[in-house]
């Protein structure tokens, strides 16, 4: 969800898709605006299916008929529904009235302040290996005729021109703020205009202000007033920084709330009180948001990037989260998760042999390990040969022997130690690091799969290539290149020729499923992905009797015949994305990673 509003009658509007877009993480699109008038209970979808994220709903106060939606639209693919749109009839029937100079402009913010109308326009576009956030199509735009013409403001705004980022503004009256950043992510300034944006100032250089916005500003770009004190200002950043004399100085709530700012609401029935929502969910301020947080208690929607379990306890259960860390089952005093390593977290390991035994990393291949379920845990990633690490850094067991592991840069690395001391049994696998000047961890290792034999990995990369080593790194042979992204490897633990891999190709602009199985140790394959929804796949599992689990952006699928024909597995699983699943022959069980909504688990049959 990108975006939410409530018209004065009760009925809500929400736009849907991700508007913040990801560094190494992945950003989901949505499927337009819906609305509920029985306080969410039923939707029905307004239109703008191909807008890829909504970022911003304006209800208009004189008349809640009148509804204006800020289009972020696709990352990925060019045009679609993007730009600020007005409906007259509640949705019923949309008009664009303000679009983009090219295909991946889109908008972020409108603001009906009485007969003028303020827009921000943003340039983002990502591929695999490249990330650009901003260009020639950002600015901040005003209208004073009810959106028929626009007037890109300047007046001391940084020009037009490619190095212009994302840009967060916030209007009130004749004063407005905008925060602006660079196309590269680093902040550029704060500018204040008293004259309804015909002029701007840019306020004083502030290292607290500056640092807010780390090299990733492009993840936040929100200004909020006080609706009682337009000099009382909050802007989202890593911490939420705060103003008290229109921009002048700054102070950092940087202890008692989580990081990484998105959203802030006034409740216009109790002055004072603020709700702020951030990568570590929703708290609420009765102090105009200077500090006084509290927590919301309960919050099911963590966004998940790996499971791990063990035979040996099957109440035991971790796994990488977004921004929120990895988490583990046991250990937190009231019975519940809690965070054992911070970060983003990602690979999470639990020995099958020895449950206190676990491996835990956060972005970009940081990795760790313990020996007391994770009370302690002892970096080990230094140890590894590396020159580029995917965020999501593949770090596996050996089938035979969890002493060895197998961990994937743009080499594979080994250990016989448990992860103490490592040796790399490869050259580089990829096909070299990306044009990103930014973002160089493209070029990487995706998934590595061990067989049973003790002779044989396959690895493969997040630039489609797919490789083996029959004798541990002696040699390799290039199986595949030229497919979309592997998310996932899979080998047969007793039969090393017979190899699975999945693919994902959404960073390029496409939807479709992609599976393919081999049984002469990838010589050749078969194409396995029969009706699977248009959905990348991101993990499978080989279950007995050739039964397989495909986890997909729409939830997990089955086949009973090795591939082909799948069926939706189970039920009480929303239509969500599923990162990685888990499996547990020894109880037929499976553990699901979703995006947004937590752990799931099934006792398969």
């Given at each position: ?7 004065p009658?009760?009925t ?5 898709g991700e508007?913040n ?6 950003t989901?699109?949505g499927?337009?605006?819906y609305?509920?008038t029985?306080g ?12 890829g994220?909504?970022?911003?709903i ?9 509804i ?5 639209g696709s ?15 509640g ?8 679009a ?11 603001v ?11 340039d ?9 956030y ?18 890109r403001l300047?007046?001391g ?18 004063r ?14 704060f ?22 916005q ?5 993840w936040?770009?929100?200004?909020w007033i ?9 802007v989202a ?15 950092a709530d940087?202890?008692?709330?989580h ?6 609401v006034?409740d ?11 990568d570590?969910?929703v708290?609420?301020s009765?102090?105009?948001?200077d500090?006084?947080?509290v ?12 499971a ?8 035991r259960?971790s796994?990488?989260?977004q921004?929120?860390g990895s ?10 998760f809690?965070?054992?390593l911070g ?10 042999r020895d ?5 835990a ?15 302690t845990l002892?970096?080990f990633?230094d ?8 965020w999501f850094?593949?770090?596996v ?12 840069s ?6 016989t130690?448990g992860?103490v ?6 050259g ?6 990306g ?11 995706t998934s ?13 990369t997040?630039d ?6 029959r004798d ?22 007793k ?14 602009g ?15 394959w078969r194409?396995?992905?029969?009706n699977?929804p248009?959905a990348p ?9 050739g ?7 729409q ?13 939706r597995?189970?039920?009480?699983m ?5 990162d ?12 699901a ?10 006792r398969?049959?």
């Amino acid at each position: 969800m990108g975006a939410v509003a409530a018209a004065p009658d009760g009925t809500l509007y929400v736009g849907t898709g991700e508007p913040n877009p990801g560094g190494g993480s992945i950003t989901y699109e949505g499927t337009g605006l819906y609305r509920s008038t029985d306080g969410g209970a039923h939707w029905t979808r307004l239109g703008l299916r191909d807008s890829g994220a909504i970022s911003a709903i304006t209800i208009d106060p004189a008349d809640p008929r009148r509804i204006y939606v800020a289009a972020a639209g696709s990352l990925y693919n060019a045009g679609g529904d993007r730009g600020v749109y007005r409906s007259e009839d509640g949705g019923a029937s949309w008009e664009r009235i303000l679009a983009g100079e090219n295909g991946f402009t889109g908008a972020t913010e409108i603001v009906v302040d009485g007969d003028r109308l303020y827009a921000v326009l943003w340039d983002h576009r990502r591929t695999p290996s490249l990330r650009t956030y901003g260009g020639v199509g950002s600015g901040v735009f005003r209208s004073t005729d009810d959106g028929r013409t626009w007037q890109r403001l300047g007046g001391g705004l940084p020009a037009r021109g490619p190095d212009v980022g994302r840009i967060g503004l916030a209007v009130a009256g004749d004063r407005l703020y905008a925060l602006v950043n660079q196309t590269s992510g680093p902040f550029e300034g704060f500018y204040s205009s008293t004259d309804g944006g015909d002029t701007w100032a840019r306020t004083p250089d502030d290292p607290e202000l500056t640092a807010s916005q780390s090299s990733f500003g492009w993840w936040f770009g929100k200004v909020w007033i006080d609706p009682a004190d337009t000099d009382h200002v909050h802007v989202a950043g890593v911490p939420l920084l705060t103003t008290k004399d229109a921009g002048r100085t700054w102070s950092a709530d940087a202890t008692s709330i989580h990081v990484d700012h998105h959203a802030m609401v006034w409740d216009p029935r109790r002055p004072g009180r603020v709700y702020l929502g951030n990568d570590g969910g929703v708290y609420r301020s009765d102090a105009r948001g200077d500090g006084g947080w509290v927590a919301s208690r309960h919050q099911p929607y963590t966004q998940l990037y790996s499971a791990a379990i063990t035979p040996q306890d099957p109440t035991r259960i971790s796994g990488g989260s977004q921004d929120n860390g990895s988490l583990r089952s046991w250990g937190a005093p009231d019975g519940g998760f809690d965070e054992y390593l911070g970060g983003d977290g990602e690979e999470n390991l639990i020995n099958p042999r020895d449950k206190d035994n676990v491996f835990a990393c956060y972005q970009y291949g940081n990795c760790f390990r313990s020996t007391d379920g994770g009370d302690t845990l002892t970096y080990f990633a230094d140890a590894t040969t590396y020159e580029r690490r995917n965020w999501f850094t593949p770090v596996v067991f050996d089938p035979r022997d969890p002493k060895i592991l197998y961990y994937g840069s743009e080499v594979v690395n080994r250990s016989t130690d448990g992860g103490v001391t490592w040796q790399a049994i490869s050259g580089d696998l990829s096909g070299g690091p990306g044009d990103d000047p930014v973002y160089t961890n493209y070029g990487t290792i995706t998934s590595l799969a061990p067989a049973g034999d003790g002779r044989t990995v396959y690895a493969g990369t997040d630039d489609g290539r797919v490789w083996v080593t029959r004798d541990l790194g002696g040699t390799w042979t290039k199986l595949a290149e030229g497919r979309p992204w592997v998310t996932r490897v899979v080998v047969d633990e007793k039969d090393p020729d017979r190899v699975w891999t999945t693919h994902s190709a959404y960073r390029s602009g496409s939807p479709l499923a992609h599976v393919y199985g081999s049984t002469d140790g990838g010589r050749t394959w078969r194409d396995l992905s029969g009706n699977l929804p248009e959905a990348p796949v991101n993990d499978l599992v080989a279950a007995r009797a050739g039964i397989l689990y495909a986890a997909t952006d729409q939830g997990v699928f089955t086949s009973f015949t090795g591939g082909g024909h799948w069926f939706r597995l189970g039920r009480g699983m929303p239509r969500v994305p599923v990162d990685d699943i888990e499996y547990d022959p020894s109880r037929n069980r499976l553990v699901a990673a979703t995006f947004g909504r937590g752990f799931y688990e099934l006792r398969t049959w």
